[in-house]
């Protein structure tokens, strides 16, 4: 009687289990033709799935997420932040690189030179727009300004003959010899253009003494060109 119950209880448990995966499988979805009853079936299943997933958090199933950074051993590494971080010291440090290499490369005159032309811009935002003729810094640039035309330019000017006398008693030999082999350059009115570009001596008062050889060349010289000239436009001129 024993065995015959224990057989007929396994006989149950294995049919049971067909039951169980056949239920399983019903609810898998389905490909192909479908009875009304098959197909309203389907569509329970999925509304319900659809409700499941709609009472699930959204963070829980990954939206809105942050990428997880992870190196190369698969430890995770605030990647974004590190790289921000590390552009920002890499940056800061070659600014702050070039501008020492900067001011290594340049000199006093230099800064000086870059300090002048600030004051000057610095200046100048100050001025009003509108200059008239009373303008002190006008008038006072107008009188420093250095034209190659004035005479009192010239070195024999600007000597002064009262500051002589200890001044060159206290030089000394060496400062003689290099004073001695500096030449005289002319600073009076410009001279006349010549071919070579030679300027007159030191003691030049102006006045062309000459059979102005020089000047009837160069008017030469320019008319030739002015005829080449017009003789290419012509030459390739639409007619």
Known sequence: MRKNEMRSSGSEKVKTE????????????????F?????????????????????????????????????KRGRKLDMLN??????????????REEREE???????????????QQELLDEMKKTPFARHED??????????????????????????PLAEGKSKNKKSKKDKKKASK????YAGPPAPPNRFGITPGYRWDGVVRGTNWEEKIMMRQNA??????????????DM
């Not at 067909?18 to 033709?33: I, R, T, V």
């Not at 009304?36 to 963070?59: M, N, P, T």
């Not at 900067?102 to 002048?116: F, H, I, P």
């Open 18 to 33: 067909p039951n169980a995966a056949a239920d399983d499988k019903k609810e898998e979805k389905k490909a192909g033709l």
């Open 35 to 71: 009875t009304a009853a098959e197909f309203e079936h389907q569509r329970k299943i999925a509304a319900k799935r659809k409700d499941v997933l709609r009472g699930v958090d959204a963070s829980e199933m990954g939206a809105n997420a942050e990428t997880v950074y992870r190196d």
């Open 82 to 95: 590190e790289m921000v971080r590390q552009q920002e010291v890499l940056e800061g440090k070659r600014k």
């Open 102 to 116: 900067y001011e290594w490369g340049t000199g006093e005159v230099q800064k000086r030179e870059r300090k002048s």
């Open 135 to 160: 303008d002190k810094d006008l008038e006072r640039k107008r009188r420093e300004r250095v034209r190659a035309f004035d005479p009192i330019n010239s070195k024999i000017f600007q000597e002064d």
């Open 182 to 185: 500096l030449k005289p350059k």
């Open 224 to 237: 030739n060109a002015a005829v080449s000239e017009e003789a290419y436009k012509y030459a390739v001129a």
